[in-house]
């Protein structure tokens, strides 16, 4: 998304020629995979450890930090790999889509018009509020090297990114489309009261 933005407002004759569905779809999959491939690295040692007691995960879902703290042996050697790929895959992203916001912070206060640095930052603003609210919970949960110690603190500060960025996300990025502010308008509009002849008459 911050690319598509940094395109779309940098250089935006090229962007019908270059964001193509092609792209699209290759941005979403090197995402998907980078993320698979890191979640199935991590688990392949994680199956082979034991767990005694009672087993349960004290989190809301099954996280790495949370398993490791059930297992019944010590753990210091497989946080390091874990943190690792942390500290190589958030940051990316992160300096990625700042680099991408970078870009368009400049271009904004090279246009002259207050009125259209208003707009183009406004179009930035929702996806900017989610990004925020995704990495602040991120960074806080994973680049810590005991992550798993506190659980509490984890499971309270992992809401943002579990449960209230992706409730949040369709509103932030549809609440400036035209036709989601004609429906809402519409869904709160008080329905109009007719007259009981119109009704018989919309009968016959």
Same mark, same amino acid.
């Given at each position: 998304m911050s690319f598509d933005h940094c395109l779309a407002i940098c250089k935006p004759l090229r962007y019908p020629t270059t964001m193509t569905s092609n792209l699209c779809l290759q941005l979403a999959l090197s995402s998907w995979v980078v993320g698979f491939t890191i979640v199935f690295c991590q688990m392949l040692p994680l199956i082979q450890l034991p767990f005694c007691g009672d087993n349960v995960i004290n989190h809301f879902y099954c996280d790495v930090g949370p398993i490791l703290k059930a297992a019944c042996t010590d753990t210091s050697i497989l946080e390091? /790999?874990? @943190?690792?790929?942390?500290?190589?895959? %958030?940051?990316?992203?992160?300096?990625f889509t700042a680099t991408s916001y970078i870009c368009i912070l400049s271009t904004i206060l090279q246009i002259p018009s207050a009125t259209g640095q208003q707009k183009i930052f406004s179009t930035c603003?929702?996806?900017?509020?989610?990004?925020?609210?995704?990495?602040?919970?991120?960074?806080?949960?994973?680049?810590?090297?005991?992550?798993?110690?506190?659980?509490?603190i984890n499971k309270v500060v992992s809401v943002p990114n579990t449960i209230?960025? /992706?409730? @949040?996300?369709?509103?932030?990025?549809? %609440?400036?489309?035209?036709?989601?502010?004609?429906?809402?308008?519409?869904?709160?509009?008080?329905?109009k009261t007719h007259h009981p002849e119109e009704n018989m008459r919309h009968i016959k």
């Open positions: 390091l /790999p874990g @943190l690792l790929a942390t500290v190589q895959v %958030i940051p990316g992203s992160l300096l603003a929702s996806h900017l509020t989610a990004v925020s609210l995704l990495y602040g919970a991120v960074l806080f949960t994973y680049l810590r090297p005991t992550a798993h110690s506190s659980s509490k209230l960025t /992706p409730l @949040l996300n369709p509103f932030i990025c549809t %609440i400036r489309n035209k036709e989601v502010k004609a429906a809402l308008r519409k869904a709160m509009a008080c329905p």
